[in-house]
């Protein structure tokens, strides 16, 4: 295991029209290489990872947002921030971070050098 880990933040409760940020946060150094998925969970359970350009890739796809990176130093950088939320529909969205050492399987629980959850609560 690696100094790195990853810690994404938002509102818990949010009504359209209101502001959201999420900020991915890497606390280095890291010795080795490691891949980074950012997932958004939607409330009848599928998922859509973010890619390298900071948009969502297929539905229920895993993929990285950055693959075979060495995290030398603390990295805290903002991922979205929406003036006013769009009118999306009512229900949680959990929003998932993970870090595995490059090249491994994120589905395997014993590469996860890091996991966090994160819940927002999209009210009408």
Known sequence: RSGATSNATGSLA???GQPYALWLSLEGPCTRAVDVY???VFPDGHFACMNSAFGFGAMNVVQP????WV????SS?????IPAMPAIPAGTYTWVALIVSAGTEPGESAN???LDLDQVVIQK
Do not use: E, K, N, R
Request: proline share 9%.
């Open 14 to 16: 949010l009504a359209s």
């Open 38 to 40: 950012l997932a958004l």
């Open 65 to 68: 947002i950055v693959a075979g």
């Open 71 to 74: 995290p030398d130093t603390i």
């Open 77 to 81: 950088a903002p991922i979205l921030d």
């Open 112 to 114: 996860h050098m890091s």
